[in-house]
């Protein structure tokens, strides 16, 4: 099996012109507007014919014409000059209106949702009466009363946006305000103005910045829509919106009048939302890290070879490697590990935390995000069939039906919109022709089966109406739904108490002794193991160092990892024996592994 080597120059990752040119449509999008807001700086210096100048003789003439590349208007004015001037000025309302409402809503939206209560309520209605009118008939009744004119549409256009800017940015923060970081400040000491600016605004700034980017484009439609109307621009000056209105009465005779302004409309909006999508890309630090957002449905292979079974083992993995992709470099999880497992047995797999228990059990049925996961080599047998090798839709049939996985925090894992009943039935009709009569019957069973008594009433709870240990209950139904050969617990009980924990795993027994169930248990805790495994596998930095019957690992432990791992577990009545046990292990594993 080949190895992977890191790519050189350390760890790579892609920088942000990198990532916005990787998004063609962006890269189009900024393209074609940096292009337009070029040719309009410049346009002071481009040899171009004085937009206002009329000559009624060169009326209409088509585009192409001598001295006029894109013809002329109904007063003879050169259509090429207005457009890169009109743009100019349309460019720079949008950008303006843009800002302008972004600022305000912005501030709105977070005080109301910050500070609550009377404040929010008070914030919050005022931004409902400017809702309760239509914002394009809203925007022209400002400008009568302001009277017609450039400023004044500016100022209509950004006042009815406000509460676009505003509502979306009020209940971002009111999710934002109890999360966890946000309480951590406060008890920092951090004042509320620190809070609000230091936490809660950049979590919203993608959001506030791919706003304004899709915005800027209304802006500009609507901006023009005033001067079709004859409200903003006034003549002579002449904007997108205007030399529209002013083409409107030659659709027939001389479309190009009509037809150059609006195709470039068309191209400012579409660039801007464009754009848009890319650097709501560049704000995401996932994708700064060379983590890409969009996973295919199957971990991708990248293997050059397929190995063999090597025995009748109900699962068999052999010689796994799974790397991580950061730009063109691969650094590798788990490096070729192989291990078995027979029908009814448990095998405990142990590790600290980044050892690469987690990225093995998501792998054996494809379920690791690719991108950036890869699985660089070896194979995955289920009874006998190579998993990683199956088409996309028929490792979807194996999952769940087969091989099934019960997740360490069920609280993530259920969805927090869907009531567990539904969840259940979801799972069993997924897999089995079953009307839903029978899948509730079913449900319902299999929440007695793990524990649940009041069945019928908790089938109707959502998710987080119930308890840590009921909501893993939950999950393991789920797991047992379809009979599946393989239950794969994923740390079921690391985020349960003591007491909730043994229950857990006295359950987890007794659906072994009825049910015959094959287990893969993964966990970080020795007294887990050698309370519900069979035989037992240590994995450490990405390889299985020690593995055997659990007995005979935890009484005569080989590898200095394994040693370290079982002497930090305290026994009852050791007191400091305990302590200096450890510390006396510490510089006989340093010695060892440096040999």
Known sequence: MSQIQPAPGGRHRPSLHSLLLANRLATLGLIILLLTLLTALCAPLLPLADPDATNLLQRLLPPLSPGHLLGTDPLGRDVLSRLIWGTRVSLALGISATLLAALFGTVIGLLAGYIGGKTDSLLMRLIDMLMAFPYILLALAIVAVLGPGLLNALYAIALVNIPFFARNIRGLTVGLRQRDFVQAA???????????????????????????????????????????????????????????????????????????????????????????????????????????????????????????????????????????????????????????????????????????????????????????????????????????????????????????????????????????????????????????????????????????????????????????????????????????????????????????????????????????????????????IAQICDRVAVMRQGEIVESGDTQTVLSQPQHPYTQRLIASVPRPGQGREFLAQVAALYPAITSQESQ
């Not at 996973?295 to 790397?323: F, K, M, N």
Request: with cysteine.
């Open 186 to 528: 406060r008890l920092s000491g951090k004042n509320h103005l620190q809070t609000l600016l230091g936490e809660v605004l950049p979590n919203l700034m993608p959001v506030i910045v791919v706003t304004m980017s899709t915005t800027i484009g209304w802006m500009i439609l609507e901006t023009a829509g005033l001067s079709f109307l004859g409200l903003g621009t006034q003549p002579p000056d002449a904007d997108l919106g205007s030399m529209l209105g002013q083409g409107r009465a030659q659709m027939f005779s001389a479309p190009h009048v009509a037809l150059v302004p609006g195709l470039m409309i068309f191209l400012l909006v579409m660039s801007f939302n464009l754009l848009g999508d890319g650097i709501r890309d560049l704000l995401d630090p996932r994708l700064r890290a060379g983590v890409l957002q969009r996973a295919q449905p199957v971990t991708s292979l990248s293997r050059q070879s397929i190995p063999a079974a090597s025995g009748d083992a109900l699962l068999e993995v052999v010689d796994l490697s799974v790397s991580f992709r950061a730009g063109n470099q691969l650094q590798q999880a788990v490096k070729g590990i192989s291990f078995h497992l027979q029908r009814g047995e448990c095998l405990g797999l142990i590790g600290e935390s980044g050892s690469g228990k987690s990225v093995t059990a998501l792998s054996l049925m494809g379920l690791l995000a690719s991108p950036p996961g890869e699985i660089s080599g070896g194979a995955v047998y289920v009874d006998g069939e190579e998993m990683l090798s199956l088409p996309a839709i028929e490792l979807q049939h194996r999952r769940g039906a087969r091989v099934a996985y019960i997740f360490q925090d069920p609280l993530t894992t259920l969805h927090p919109q869907m009531r567990i009943g539904t969840q259940i039935t979801e799972a069993l009709q997924a897999h089995q022709p079953l009307s839903g009569r029978e899948a509730r019957q079913k449900a319902l069973a299999l929440l007695e089966d793990v524990g649940i008594h009041e069945s019928r009433e908790r089938f109707h709870a959502w998710p987080h109406q119930l308890s840590g240990g009921q909501r893993q209950r939950v999950g393991i139904a789920m797991a047992l739904a379809n009979d599946p050969q393989i239950i794969i617990a994923d740390e079921p009980t690391t985020a349960l108490d003591v007491t909730v924990q043994a229950r857990m795993l006295e359950l987890l027994q007794k659906l072994r002794r009825e049910r015959g169930m094959t287990l893969l248990f993964i966990t970080h805790d020795f007294g887990v």
